[in-house]
C-alpha cells in the first residue's frame, strides 16, 4: 500500500512540474510577444519625431536675420536656410520630392536639383506656415512643430 501511495505522490509530483513548466513556457511566448510589440510601437514614434526633430534643428542652427525663408519646391513648400559665408551665399533647402522630403545644399542662385537630393525621410505631406512675425509651423504627415525664431522675422 505504501508503495502505492509514493507511486501517486511521484505522480502528482510530475504533473504539478509539467503545469508549472508549462505555464512558465506560455509566459514566456507571451511575454516575448508583448516585449517585440512595445519595442516596435517605439520604433514607430521613433521615425515619426525624427523627421520634425531634423526640421527643427535645422532651422535652430540657420535662425540669424534673414535667414529662414519659406520658398517653393518641386511639390509644394520648401524651406530655404541661407548661410553667407566669404565664397558667396548658399542654401540649405529641404523640400518634398516623390514621397521624399529632401535636402540639399547647394549656392543660393542655383536651381532645385532633386534628383541629386540627400532623403531625409519619407513623407506624403510637407507644409511650412508663418504663424506671426517669429513662429514657423513645419507640417509632415507624422505631425507638426512650431519653432520660434529668435532672431526676427520668418522670410
Known sequence: MRE???????GYTAALLGI???????????????????????????DRR???TYLTTAVRAYDGQDAVVIGAG????A???RDTTADGSYEHRIYLYR???????????????????????????FTIEKEGRTLLRMRTEQGSVLVHLRSGEVG
Not at 513548466?21 to 506560455?26: E, K, R, S, T
Not at 518641386?74 to 513648400?77: L, Y
Not at 535636402?103 to 541629386?116: F, H, K, N
Request: glycine share 12%; proline share 4%.
Open 4 to 10: 502505492e501511495q509514493g507511486k501517486h505522490l511521484h
Open 20 to 46: 508549472f513548466a508549462a505555464g512558465f513556457l506560455l509566459l514566456v511566448v507571451f511575454g516575448t510577444k508583448i516585449y517585440l510589440q512595445t519595442v516596435a510601437g517605439q520604433n514607430s514614434n521613433d
Open 50 to 52: 525624427a523627421l520634425l
Open 74 to 77: 518641386p511639390e509644394g513648400d
Open 79 to 81: 524651406l530655404l536656410l
Open 99 to 125: 514621397g521624399n522630403l529632401v535636402e540639399e545644399y547647394t549656392p543660393s542662385d542655383g536651381a532645385l536639383s532633386p534628383d541629386s537630393a540627400e532623403i531625409l525621410g519619407q513623407t506624403d505631406t
